[in-house]
């Protein structure tokens, strides 16, 4: 199986947030982003409960109890993680709990025979029979708990709706702390794991992908 | 106890995509648009696309909140990010100045594609650099240098070559005093008088 098709990963984090400050111009003024970019960048909304905007190569939008960026480029997994750093370095008293490093693949498969064999393999039709007439899968999530950093790793895999014959497959990777400095350990964890994370769902895709079907 | 992994208050405080909430949360009924396979999967036309963490959904709830003043619908935010264009990386480096002349650069840059191959040091010409991120070129900085296929969405391939510099927030001058005052301790310790 070679690379995704698509690909993509976003960062998450749940907490309290104030989406007022989170707007361009403050990206430019903090060098958190290429000044050109926040001038030309898409305002969606900004609003004292919501704020949303993209430029070329990712996407912002930060709700009073949420925090995500997201890119679709591969080429700018690092430098969304840069930017998660820079602003939470910036923001470093803003209460959060939960972390979501995620990743998205659209896989494409050879064929339809192959594409219904690996939804066989991963979901058996057997223990319907009798009771479905055509049964098939639709979503798929498995769940790994994780003791140490706190949290799991959680894979949802599904038909891809942007190939066809293709395979859709998300892994995200959750993370949460209770207690003082949540912020700072979710940073840590950001900073030294997101490389690991990317390619453990490149690893998880291939195991998966790679089985007989 | 799984009933409480899948109840709509955990959905509502997890960290991965929103849109995973539409599915997995156990909503009665199958998504409209469904066409069954005898086999495999189901095609569902309202499953999983990229970028749905900024889903419509988010902003719903989200604005609603518990105290109920706000309407249901206030706000549209798209369903989802759709970039211009896609990039498939076929190597990706992570790379430090350690000199730089008015035409040229010298750095040390790690494949991040092959991690266990050894660090190499290159030369590349100023002109490489993104007139917005030449201002970060100096010895320490780091970029990340990416070789790869730009597929747009009128369908043109295109091979390109990417340098992008770590962006650091401007330095306050609350840290900067910090930072010269344990300059300063540290000088005094080190500095026999």
């Keep these: 199986m070679g690379p995704p098709e698509m690909t993509g990963s976003n960062i998450v984090l749940v907490g309290s947030f104030n989406p007022s400050i989170f707007q361009p111009a403050w990206f430019k003024a903090n060098n958190l982003l290429r000044p050109q970019e926040c001038d030309a960048a898409k305002i969606e909304l900004i609003h004292p409960e919501i704020s949303s905007f993209s430029t070329e190569w990712l996407k912002i939008a930060v709700f009073l109890n949420r925090f995500a960026v997201e890119t679709a480029d591969a080429h700018h997994f690092e430098p969304l993680r840069d ?8 923001l470093e008293h803003t209460p959060v709990s939960k972390m979501g490093l995620n990743r998205q693949m659209h896989f494409s498969m050879p064929s339809l025979e192959k594409w219904h064999g690996f939804g066989h393999m991963l979901a058996p039709k057997e223990p319907w029979k009798g009771i479905m007439e055509e049964p098939g899968l639709l979503s798929m999530t498995m769940q790994d708990p994780r003791k140490e950093p706190p949290g799991y790793v959680r894979v949802k895999i599904e038909s891809s709706k942007k190939i066809k014959p293709g395979i859709y497959i998300e892994v995200n990777n959750h993370y949460e702390f209770e207690g003082d400095n949540v912020l700072q350990k979710l940073m840590i964890i950001l900073k030294n794991s997101w490389s690991e994370t990317i390619n453990f769902s490149d690893k998880i895709a291939e195991h998966l992908l790679g089985q007989e079907y | 106890m799984e009933s409480e992994i899948f109840s709509t208050k955990q959905f509502q405080e ?16 199958a998504p409209e648009g469904i066409s069954p396979f005898p086999s495999g999967f189901l095609i569902a036309q309202n499953a999983e696309s990229l970028g749905e963490s900024f889903s419509e959904l988010q902003a719903k709830e989200t604005v609603t909140g518990s105290n109920g003043h706000s309407p249901l619908t206030v706000l549209n935010i798209p369903s989802q990010f759709v970039p211009t264009n896609r990039f498939q990386v076929l190597q990706k480096w992570e790379g430090e100045i350690i000199g730089i002349s008015a035409d040229e650069c010298r750095a040390v840059v790690r494949n991040m594609t092959s991690p266990e191959a050894p660090e190499e040091e290159v030369t590349f010409s100023i002109e490489e650099i993104s007139e917005s991120d030449r201002v970060l070129a100096m010895p320490g900085a780091v970029f990340y240098w990416s070789v790869g296929y730009e597929d747009s969405l009128q369908g043109q391939r295109t091979r390109k070559s990417t340098i992008r510099f770590r962006r650091l927030p401007t330095w306050t001058k609350k840290e900067l005093n910090k930072a010269r005052q344990e300059a300063q301790s540290l000088r005094d310790l080190l500095v026999r008088k």
Aim: avoid cysteine; glycine fraction near 20%.
């Design chain 1, 83 to 90: 930017l998660v750093l820079g602003i939470f370095g910036l």
């Design chain 2, 14 to 29: 997890e960290s991965g995509n929103i849109q995973s909430r539409v599915i997995d949360s156990g909503e009665s009924g």
